[in-house]
């Protein structure tokens, strides 16, 4: 299965500031997942990201909040905008491959 | 909005004995199934995957999916204390996956 390197692997940032989150798998995968873990709660997946287009949100999140890039089929990054207390939560990306879903090790962020 | 659903526990269970962990989900369309474990403070990481109805076994552990009724369930026989952790279902649908709440699985030694 896909290994994902992801970083930082926690943050404390000042409320309205923004922070960008790295994933970076060591092979090729067409779609990208970014995850939000709130805390004491399940995941709740916020985008698709796809190489070449625009990522597609669910329900409840938005680009504004968090802008998504996929410049290519190894790499993805999402941006939490604007940070509120309410955005501290641990975010995943994961990638789908061979009959599984793997996962990144997580950013803890942590809005002041 | 499809749905999976999961008892947030926590479920208590003896070691050595069996525990049950159970979903029901809300899209008759989902073919695949999986059952993650995820210890506290780290990633899910997979245990089982299962597509088509019935039992499938692995070691400790049987997935069960009944589609019909829309349930998928994970037994884990022997339960031991470094299996005390939240147990996550997921659905695939549309190339995307879906959690349910997660259960909190408690093996007393």
């Known amino acids: 299965s896909a290994v994902i390197s992801q970083k930082p692997s926690r943050d404390i940032c000042q409320r309205g500031t923004s922070l960008t989150i790295q994933c970076q798998v060591d092979?090729?995968?067409?779609?990208m997942f970014w995850y939000r873990q709130q805390p004491g709660q399940s995941l709740t997946l916020i985008a698709t990201?796809?190489?070449?287009?625009?990522?597609?949100?669910e329900s409840g999140f938005v680009i504004d909040k968090f802008p998504i890039s996929r410049p290519n089929l190894t790499f993805s990054t999402l941006t939490v905008s604007n940070m509120s207390p309410e955005d501290s939560s641990i975010y995943l990306c994961s990638v789908g491959q061979g009959g599984g879903y793997t996962f990144g090790s997580g950013t803890r962020l942590t809005v002041v | 909005q499809k749905e999976v659903e999961q008892n947030s526990g926590p479920l208590s269970v003896p070691e050595g004995a069996i525990a049950s962990l159970n979903c029901t989900y809300s899209?008759?369309?989902?073919?695949?199934f999986f059952w993650y474990r995820q210890y506290s403070g780290k990633s899910p990481e997979l245990i089982m995957s299962?597509?088509?109805?019935g039992d499938k076994e692995d070691g400790r552990f049987t997935a069960q999916l009944n589609k019909a009724s829309q349930y998928v369930s994970l037994l884990i026989r022997d339960s031991q204390p470094s299996d005390s952790a939240t147990y996550l279902c997921g659905m695939e649908y549309g190339n995307k996956l879906v959690f349910g709440a997660g259960t909190i699985l408690r093996v007393k030694s």
């Open positions: 990201a796809n190489q070449g287009s625009e990522a597609t949100y």
């Open positions: 899209d008759r369309g989902s073919q695949s």
């Open positions: 092979s090729q995968v067409t779609m």
């Open positions: 299962i597509y088509s109805n």
